[in-house]
Each structure stands twice: as structure tokens, then as C-alpha cells.
């Protein structure tokens, strides 16, 4: 398969503070990667450096600059501030941002571009309502649509799965495994279970990055890489947690 | 009314009504940006701190516009290039600055031989005292400012809404946030003869906030901004003409009476809406 992306020994950080050290990826198409790990271990960095929001301290991101594919983003939804006054079908045409030149104007085949994956999303109806007047599953699916317009190779989606419920949880992965045939996805959770059970292959982050190409994750890796979550099963198990003896 | 119309042969009625009218439409488009981005506290501060342009200026004997629009132009880029900045506390140094500058400003008024008749007009504004000059400035603006607008709207409107979004999408985020609030303070500076240091952030923000009750569509927005804007400038100017009192006090007290009546009928508006739900 194709490579689409490569990070080669990255260290990335902010000003004097090194969060990311020698990390190696690649990134083939039709990829379907899951990212786990701490808070504070890294991920969202990871990202923005993927993304070409920040510059890695040392290491290299191949392709380089303009040769870089297309990425489409999905950003956590607190991120967004949903009093601004947007509608949902302008917010979808914010996507094609990266094929337009700055005087660039959106035509009429943009247009129905938007419409198709609004209606393939089910939220045609919504088109001209304000951001502000959306749940939290519409706003996710408002923000898939934008990450997905201008046809990226690869579609990186942070944290989708918090702030929804579990009901569309369960359709978003559906809809991720249809994308996946087209174009490579990376996850970023801390549903350790959720994802294991839709990823084909787990990254853990935490300071550097442990690739793991299968979505099976077994206590001895979670302990070696010293990456603290929760328990994985397959089926319902009842448990209790109890607090350790003194 | 025979009154008003007899007001219209005046010369400098027909000065303070353009005025009016210009102000509107640069603070219905600027101050939707404003309000939209949420930097209405960055707008306050690029205001004061202008008052130190405008002081230097004044001892220096040259025009106080040109001061105040160096000073608020430097001041707002240096807002904007400090907040890249993760580590610095943004807020704080713009309270700095706005106290800075009002500070600046008072001491080379304080140092200038002589007394400073306008320093109140610049406070409070005048719209009766605006000049051809002042005229022909705003009227540049506006021309500029829909513009950049007109071909630029939605990539204004896009990094506005989710700057990081903008940036992995490789738009020129940081040309167009320079850009903006290089206009932001331009707007500020050449209204500050209109309605004063003290209020144009009132017309940056209230003819906006009642245009927000009735559309939440950037591009509505503006025109609603623009709509009421000279709705309360006008009102405010005739009463200010009447009573003999500082312009600027004169048209934000329409301005805030428009807001309550707006706020009444936008309930009023809601509970017919549930009546005819239920």
C-alpha cells in the first residue's frame, strides 16, 4: 500500500517544553489508526504537528510542505464557539478552505457539494440553521461534513466521541468505515474499548509513540509503555473497582 | 417638522448626517466582526490607548487623527502579535495599554502650553463639529472597509470562526487577523470624533447586539448593525442639536433606548411564536 504520511524521529514541543521525543509513524492509505494515551502525553500535539499547526523541534514530516496531502480535521467540539453567527452550510463550506486562493469564490458546484454529504449525513434540514441551534451529534456531523468536502487522503478526527451519546457513537463508526474505504483515518480517544473495537491498528502516545499494528491490546503492552487505561473486555462483565490494600 | 426640514439647509447638518451615516455603515460592518470574534475587551483597549496619539500629537501640534490613528494601528498589531503568545496573559497587557495610553495622552495634554478646548470633543465626540476633512476620511474607510468585505467575506467569516480549522487548511490566517484589526483600529480612531474615546465602543457593540436578536447570519447582521446604527446616530443627533448636549452621550442613550425596545419586541415575538405552537 501506499504511504501517505511519515514522521521520521520527531521531537515537538512549546517554547523550552519537549512533549513528543523521537517518534516514528507511517501512515499507509486506507489506514484506520487509533491514538490512545494520557492526558497530557501528547496526542493533541501529535496532531498539530501532523496537522502543520506547529513545527517539530527535531525530525521530519515526509512529504514536506506543499507535497503534503490533503487533510481534513475534525477539532474537539468544545473547541468551537457555537454562539457564532454561521449557519451549518456555510460552516461546510469552510472546508474547501485549502482549495481556494484567498480571493477565491465558491461556485455553485461547491454548492451542491455541501448538499450531497449534508443529505448523506441527514442534516439537509439543518442547512440554514445557526450552529448555536444544534445538538451535539448534529454539530459532530455538521463537522464531519466540513472535514470530508475537499476529499482529503487523510481525515484525522480528535476526541470525536465525547460530548454525544453512545447512540451516535455507534453511527459515526459506521460512517468512519465507510470513508476508511477512500481514505486513511486517525482517531484520537480515550475510549480505549470503543476504539479497539472499530480501529485496525492502535498508536499509543505517551512522551513517544508505540505502534501497534493489530487493534488487539494486551496488559503487558499497556503496562510496557506505561499507559494507564481502562479495562478492556469483550461482552458485558460486571466488576467493581475496590481500593488498593495499605 | 417643518423644523427638521429647515435643519436640512445647514451646512453643518448636512456634515453631522453624513457623519452619521458613515460612522453606521464602518461600525455596523467592523463592529459585527467585533462582536462576532468576541473582541469587544481588545477593541476597548486599542480606543485608549489611541488617547496617547491623540495627546502627542496635540503637543506636538499636528493633526490629533493622525496621532491617534499611529497609535491604535501599532497598538492593535501589537495586541494581535502578542496573543500568538502562548505564555503571556493577554488581557493583562491590554489592561496595561489602556491605561497606558489614557495616562500618555493626559500628561502631553497636561504638558502643552495653553488650553485644550477639544480634549472634551475627544472624550465625549462631537457629530455637530465634524469637518469636511473628517468627512472625507470616514468616507474612505467605508469604501475600504466593504471592500476588503465584499471579496473577502468568507474567508473572514471562516478563520473568525475556528481559527485552527483555517490554519490546517493552510488560509492565510495570520494576513487576515493583521488585516482585520488594522481596520478594527481605524474605524475606532476615525470615530472617536464622532461619538468619543469614552462611547465608540457602544457603537461598535450595541447596534450589533439588537441586530443579534433578530438574525444570527454574519452577513444580516451587518446591514441590521448598519440599519440601526443610523437609526440611534440620527435620533441622538437631532436630540443632541435640541438639548445642547455632547453628541456622543446623546446617541448612545437612543442607541440603549432602541435595545430596550428591541428586547420587548423580541419577546413579545417569542410569545406569539408559543401561542401559536401550543
Known sequence: MKKILELKSLTAGYDEKIVLKGVNLVVKENDFLGIIGPNGGGKTTLLKVILGTIKPVEGEILPDGNDRCIIGYLPQINQIDNKFPIPVKEVVLSGLMSHKKIFGRYNSENKRRADELMTQMGIIHLKNKNIGELSGGQLQRVFLCRAIIADPQLLILDEPDTYVDSNFEGELYEILHHLNSHMAIIVVSHDVGTICSHVKSIACVNETLCYHDSNVISQEQLMAYNCPIDLITHGEVPHRVLKHHK | ?278
Open chain 2, 1 to 278: 417638522m417643518n423644523e427638521l426640514i429647515e435643519l436640512f439647509q445647514y451646512n453643518f447638518f448636512l456634515n453631522a448626517v453624513g457623519a452619521a451615516i458613515l460612522a453606521s455603515i464602518s461600525c455596523g460592518i467592523i463592529g459585527s466582526y467585533i462582536v462576532a470574534r468576541r473582541i469587544v475587551f481588545i477593541s476597548g483597549g486599542i480606543t485608549h490607548a489611541s488617547f496617547g496619539g491623540i495627546g502627542l500629537a496635540w503637543y506636538l501640534g499636528l493633526n490629533p487623527v493622525f496621532g491617534a490613528a499611529v497609535f491604535g494601528v501599532l497598538s492593535a498589531l501589537g495586541i494581535e502579535w502578542i496573543s500568538k503568545k502562548t505564555d503571556v496573559r493577554q488581557d493583562s497587557v491590554i489592561g496595561i495599554l489602556w491605561a497606558f495610553g489614557m495616562a500618555l495622552g493626559i500628561l502631553f495634554i497636561y504638558m502643552t502650553p495653553g488650553y485644550a478646548p477639544n480634549l472634551m470633543s475627544f472624550l465625549f465626540g462631537n457629530i455637530l463639529t465634524v469637518g469636511v476633512l473628517d468627512l472625507y476620511l470616514l468616507l474612505g474607510l467605508c469604501v475600504f472597509t466593504i471592500a476588503v468585505f465584499f471579496f473577502l467575506l468568507r474567508p473572514i467569516l471562516f478563520v473568525a470562526f475556528d481559527e485552527e480549522f483555517a490554519r490546517t487548511q493552510k488560509a492565510p490566517v495570520q494576513f487576515l487577523n493583521y488585516l482585520l484589526i488594522s481596520l478594527v483600529a481605524l474605524a475606532i480612531v476615525l470615530n472617536i470624533r464622532v461619538v468619543g474615546i469614552i462611547l465608540v465602543i457602544s457603537f461598535l457593540t450595541i447596534p450589533q447586539t439588537i441586530a443579534n436578536m433578530f438574525t444570527n447570519d454574519f452577513k444580516k447582521m451587518i446591514f441590521g448593525s448598519i440599519a440601526f446604527g443610523f437609526l440611534g446616530s440620527f435620533i441622538g443627533l437631532l436630540v443632541s442639536y435640541r438639548i445642547n448636549a455632547p453628541s456622543g452621550a446623546t446617541i448612545i442613550f437612543s442607541f440603549v433606548i432602541l435595545f430596550v425596545i428591541a428586547k420587548l419586541v423580541q419577546l413579545v415575538m417569542i410569545s406569539v411564536r408559543r401561542k401559536n405552537l401550543a
